[in-house]
């Protein structure tokens, strides 16, 4: 298989968390639309990530968040957000970067994006076609936090295939 100088799956990878920048900026600037809510699924052990060291023990690679109901303080950076949200009765202030990203999910619109954090890395020894696993589109598959189906495709569909 030829080399990807370009890093297309990188570049998809970025693309995909700007959506989700620009979802959430509009959800701090004027709430959630109708029944529209998400599951955001982020790696506690990123070096930017900020949480209590309650949650850090609770959660130590990984923390699914929902944006539904109860949340507070919803503020968007170029690289992050921040968040307020209530576990076990105790508020707390969450700092996620985009990178840290590892899933979002909005179940009303069944709609789920997957983020590989390996293939940001220059040094990661997966082949592309391993490395992006982007989704979104159009061939339902079910997701844990949701419940139910959301729609998610592979950008694997759309690369050329040699043989």
């Known amino acids: 298989m030829a080399e990807d100088l370009i890093r ?3 570049l998809a990878q970025e ?3 700007g959506l989700v920048k620009k979802v959430i900026t509009e959800v701090a600037q004027t709430g959630l639309p109708g029944d529209h809510h998400f599951f955001i699924t982020f790696d506690t052990r990123h070096p930017g990530a900020r949480l209590s060291t309650r949650l850090r ?3 130590p690679t990984e923390m699914t968040i929902v944006l539904q109901h109860q949340f507070w303080d919803l503020a968007v950076t170029d690289s992050a957000f921040e968040i307020g949200l209530s576990f076990k009765g105790v508020p707390e202030k969450l ?6 990203l590892r899933s979002f999910v909005d179940p009303h619109a069944k709609f789920a994006l997957k983020f ?6 220059p040094a990661a020894e997966t082949e592309a076609s391993e490395a992006a696993d982007a989704a979104v589109g159009a061939t339902p ?3 844990a936090e949701a419940g139910g189906s959301a729609q ?12």
């Open 95 to 100: 700092h996620v970067p985009f990178h840290a």
């Open 15 to 17: 693309a995909l968390r």
């Open 152 to 163: 998610v495709v592979s950008l694997d569909t759309f690369r050329k295939k040699n043989g």
């Open 141 to 143: 598959a079910p997701t």
């Open 8 to 10: 297309y799956d990188v």
């Open 116 to 121: 590989d954090v390996s293939a940001e890395s």
């Open 57 to 59: 023990e609770d959660y």
